[in-house]
């Protein structure tokens, strides 16, 4: 992904995410070690339960949904899980819902469909993505010529042929594109007239508008993956603060369907929920000295 604000977005939202540790709740009550379901916290498979969940949050962000495919026992409670590649299934073109793996009809006790909050990035973001590779392309090639635009001008008529033209053409492109300071020879009868020169941070603010869309689009704070409002409407009072609206406002939008499919009488029993420990992002590490001394 060439995308740097999609880059960054990813790893805050996705990263984050996967690093949260899913339990199984009674109502307001965690469960006890004992009756936690081992598919939330380990694997048999190489792929980890931290892994598992951060390529899910990669398919919801860019797609819109993905697929785990589990195991049950024999009282028919879910033993282990992992994530299905996108390229292993798909939705079949007849009525656009049922899903195929590995082009056949699947048990749906057999699969966890989960559905993200919006539409995937590759979908409503297709544009803002080609335009900031485009944007990325055209600002390194300004920055190997700032002056892409010379003219080679004949002031007398019919003194050069156009294979001579052509020698001469060649020959100024591969000086202009020298790694160091360059010396041409302009001869006689022809006048060489640069361009006006480009410079790279006039594509900073086209830069910072693509910014600004993703972080629409991907429902985050636009200063998170670098994108800049000219007035801030929100103002954070301290690092406490800072955290807890990034909990509630951004990664809840994505991490509240998951919890939510887990949840469900096929994956859980009737009566649990699945939740995720958010102990560790909202605490903050308090000073090592909080002595107060008296003079």
Known sequence: MLCGPVVKGR???????????????????????????????RSNTAMGPRLRLLLT?????????????????AAGQIVDAYRVDRSRWYYD???????????????SRKIIHFI?????????????IRSYIDLLKVR????????PAT???????????PEELDILLDGYKTNHKADSD???HVPFGLNLEEGATQTVEMFDGQANQLALAFAEKMSIEPELIGGALDVSSIEYQNQQGKRSWFIDMNLAYWLDPILETLSKDNVVPKGQSVRADLSGLVALPQPENTEVRED
């Not at 996705?14 to 006890?32: D, K, N």
């Not at 949050?57 to 026992?73: C, H, I, K, N, Q």
């Not at 007849?94 to 048990?107: P, Y």
């Open 116 to 128: 993200g909050p919006q539409e995937g990035l590759l979908d409503i973001a297709g544009i803002e």
């Open 151 to 161: 003219r080679l001008v004949e002031t007398q008529e019919q003194r050069y042929t």
């Open 11 to 41: 790893a805050l939202i996705a990263g984050t995410i996967s690093r949260l540790p899913l339990y199984a709740a009674r109502g307001e009550e965690q469960l006890s070690q004992k009756e936690q379901p081992t598919f939330l916290y």
């Open 57 to 73: 949050m990669d398919d919801l962000l860019f797609y819109g949904d993905s697929l785990w495919a589990v195991e049950r026992g």
């Open 182 to 184: 360059s010396v041409v």
């Open 140 to 147: 390194a090639a300004r920055l190997r010529n700032p002056a």
């Open 93 to 107: 073109t007849n009525d656009g819902t049922t899903i195929l793996l590995d082009g056949k009809d699947v048990d």
